[in-house]
């Protein structure tokens, strides 16, 4: 369907402000959606980000049902429905099991796996309404290999990979479409929480011989998210440099 209508053009990346999510906003906004970036705690960095974009912004933790829920009742009720959504937003916290207590587990489940809940239950039935959506779930290489010190968020990036499937099933016949890209090691800073010695082994496993760059993450989410990609969905792109071939 053309683009022609302002209502299909509101497009959310969570964690919108900075590292990956922050080219993404960037890649959509040259696309021509009108873009809402979020993100959580970084005011002074998504202030910068606003002043050099224009984008807007706002501030709502995506594990939270509640706050997500009044944060996209504002949004929707300022900006209109969202049609493109990108579920970017995530953390890590590397710990060996046995060394992992409870509130770790569940916090990095709700926010790279339960937020894509909350905001797919809450922005999917007006995209179903209006039979046309797109909806980008950021994985892992992680998740698909798993990682030393990464149950928690391997589980929850391969979780997010049977969640799209899914939801692309249930999706598929209202001009939704739902796809997972899995990003490699990519330089941004989620990448400083790993020791030197642990980077030089990352980098020995990747066949390109360097990190990402968050552009060419933003790259493929443009491409999964265009107007002329409604026949790709439930799918995974990989963009890890051959460190991982599915
Ligand atoms: P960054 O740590 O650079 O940025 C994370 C973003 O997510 C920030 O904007 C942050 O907001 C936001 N965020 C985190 N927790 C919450 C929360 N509870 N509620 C709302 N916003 C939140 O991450 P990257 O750019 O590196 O990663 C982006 C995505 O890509 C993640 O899902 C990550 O798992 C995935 N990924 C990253 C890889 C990498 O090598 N960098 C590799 C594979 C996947 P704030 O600014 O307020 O803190």
């Known amino acids: 369907m053309a683009d022609t209508n302002p209502s299909y053009r509101l497009a959310l990346?969570?964690?919108?402000?900075r590292g990956i999510g922050a080219a993404i906003s960037r890649a959509l906004q040259a696309a021509g959606r009108r873009v809402v970036a979020s993100?959580?705690?970084?005011h002074e960095q998504a202030a910068r980000f606003r002043d050099d974009t224009g984008i807007e912004t706002v501030s709502f933790d995506?594990?939270?049902l509640e706050q997500t829920r009044v944060a996209m009742a504002d949004l929707t009720s300022r900006f209109g429905p969202v049609s493109v959504?990108?579920?970017?937003?995530?953390?890590?916290r590397d710990?060996?099991?046995v060394r992992m207590e409870r509130d770790t587990w569940d916090a990095v489940l709700d926010t790279n796996l339960g937020s894509a809940f909350n905001l797919c239950r809450?922005?999917?039935p007006a995209m179903r309404e209006q039979r046309w959506g797109r909806i980008v779930n950021i994985t892992s290489v992680n998740g698909q290999t798993g990682q030393f010190g990464q149950t928690h968020y391997a589980a929850a990036k391969a979780g997010l990979q049977g969640f799209t499937r899914s939801l692309a099933l249930e999706c598929a016949r209202y001009g939704v479409t739902v796809n997972a890209l899995a990003p490699g090691y990519v330089e941004t800073e989620m990448l400083s929480e790993l020791s030197s010695e642990t980077m030089a082994r990352v980098l020995s496993g990747i066949p390109v011989g360097r990190l990402g760059q968050p552009e060419e993450i933003a790259a493929g989410v443009a491409f999964l998210t265009a107007d002329t990609s409604g026949f790709v969905?439930?799918?995974t792109l990989s963009?890890?440099?051959g460190q991982y071939m599915s």
């Open 122 to 124: 809450l922005l999917l």
């Open 62 to 64: 995506v594990a939270d």
């Open 95 to 97: 710990i060996g099991l």
């Open 239 to 241: 963009i890890n440099g």
């Open 39 to 42: 993100y959580r705690n970084g």
């Open 85 to 92: 959504l990108v579920n970017n937003a995530g953390i890590i």
């Open 233 to 235: 969905t439930g799918s």
């Open 13 to 17: 990346v969570t964690g919108g402000t």
